[in-house]
């Protein structure tokens, strides 16, 4: 029987190289580490997890409704991702379980790799960068050119904590910033376009930085990417479901559009074979907000929110249920 | 025997990439074109070329005292680099030649080509992508964690237009700018340091825009790399022979620096073979500002040059000599 002295059971789920969460975490609370790989957890929970009240989910763990009903003491899911779309959220609601989410602990790392890759592909940087180790640069002579930073119309999908951190760092470009939301936000200079086909049409680059709902699915289609046009650049450090990744494949192959920066794909770790030939594409394995420091924050976020829920204070970072 | 209505004689010499500048050119200027590949204008320059007054020099034709004394009626070398290390300016000084350089016209792309290599190298864009199109990340897991872009202490060496530009991109990415440079600048809010090793101590990352002269040549030496230290970034879209090239390539294959950002060579387009084994280093063939935009702005810098010497009028980028 625990005593109410006892520190809290905290039931977490992670990569295996997120060990040093372990320590952290141990100083506050009793880890049950369900077990560390990508798999789902297996259905035969030990008796500590199915007592445990919160859940730290780290990584892209599919909660569904299932595993849910086998923690029945289950109270709150803190995870260490922005996105939710891992999580059915409307049987969290259901059962009464809260969640919190990253929060903006990967907001400045998401924005400065949205931008490294729109310099990537407009520059061709990546593509200097093979060419050079290649050895051709004595054979071939001129290295084909790329376009300008400066001056491009930008469009953000998503003006949130990320998109905001992606305008800011583009205005000393001289890029021209617009963008759309769900809803216009107040306070803001950029002008804002109601429907991303409008957007597209206007700008020369979409960068997506929305979450992943049943109303962003393939918001990137083959009509948007018509709009957006041949000289159109996409850079993607949402979700990869925002895209028609088939279509986008399709559209960079025959030139519909210019190039693409993508940071993640429909089916991660599978990324479509016909990428990796192309020059005008920069593909990244979904580590915009991998770095230390990131890792850091969101620790910090995560644990936070945990002591927060165990001493009924207001959660850091929750994710709106509705 | 020429009217003084007939169009001023031009002497050109240019890649053939760049054929684009004839046509414009001509609309004002007879041109002489000498030659379009790299190699040195042959001794046997025509009798037309001897009587130009100008010589355009699209690239990075090397201007000796000795090809000077086969062009007798030359008063004004145009050039359409910003460097201008390829140029003998005491020999043109000597003979009462100006030089006019590419001004400001490639300031903003050189910059977004610094920052486009700084996030590349810390946040290990082209590395990712390597990693990607190897068909790895299904098979090997998570990739290596890069680097934080904010929160970097970046010290950039040569505060001119490029530099500058540099400094108000990454300001908002939350770097702390300071410089070194032949003398503080007025009116720059950014701590000064006279000296590139002070400099080399209190940063993260060196971002190199000076111009080549004797006094920069290998300012980035092994003691400077020593001071930047195991963490330490150098970015270079100055000219190759500010760094000790074989110095670096042992700093960064013993891991005494972190990583490099590289757009320029000692001996270009030789680059050394070392460095192509590397994921911390990120190389470009001179090509930081090679976009289309760039070469407009250089051509239309290059044209007002030369319509301001045959006019009278004060030149445009006039080059110091002394």
Redesign the interface.
Known sequence: MAKSSDPPVVLVHR?T?MDFMDEILSRNFRIVNTHTSSEPIPISISTQATSARAFLNIGMLKVTDELLSHLPSLQIIVLTSVGVDHIDLSACKRRGVAVTNAGTAFS??AA??A???L??VL????A??????S?N??KSG??Q???????KRVGIVGLGSIGFHVA??L????CIISYNSRSQKPDVPYPYYPDILSLAAENDVLILCCSLTDQTYHIVNREVMDWLGKDGVIINVGRGKLIDEKEMVKCLVQGVISGAGLDVFEN????P?EL?GLDNV????H?AV??????NNVAEVALANLKAFFSNRPLISPVQLD
Do not use: M
């Not at 991998?290 to 890792?295: E, K, R």
């Open positions: 990569p190289s400045e790392d400065d790799c931008v490294g890759l310099i990537s520059r061709r940087i990546s200097a960068d093979r060419y050079v180790r050895g640069w004595g001129d290295f050119l790329g376009s300008k930073v400066s001056g800011k760092r205005e000393p470009f001289g991660e770790p599978v990324v074979e990796f920069v593909l990244s394995p580590a991998a770095t230390p420091g990131s890792l």
